[in-house]
């Protein structure tokens, strides 16, 4: 399985991203939207999406985690993601 891990932060992303490859799991790791949205668009055409599953901080340089997700749906990407968040009220969160 391939992980994009989006995230900005190198201590949150090296957490993760160790731990991921301890479980045998393939992660690529990007740090701003633009950056996934450009690895994405390399799916060729009918042809299987590059990433199984999407990790995605909300809070990027760039393009934010939400703006990244909205457009790749919009794209007709049905990329499975979690969500990183900071964010720590209840409505932020949800």
């Known amino acids: 399985m391939r992980i994009l891990l989006v995230e900005d932060d190198d201590k949150i992303a090296e957490f993760v991203q160790k731990g991921l ?11 701003r939207g633009e950056e996934a949205d450009s690895l ?7 042809g299987d999406p590059p990433y199984d599953v999407g990790i995605v901080d909300i809070m990027l340089p760039g393009m934010d985690g939400l ?9 007709g990407y049905s990329l499975p993601v979690l969500i990183l968040s900071a964010k720590s009220s209840v409505d932020e969160r949800i």
């Open 40 to 46: 994405m668009q390399h799916t060729p055409t009918g």
């Open 21 to 31: 490859k301890q479980a045998g799991f393939a992660v690529d790791r990007v740090v």
């Open 67 to 75: 703006s990244l997700i909205e457009k790749l749906r919009r794209e």
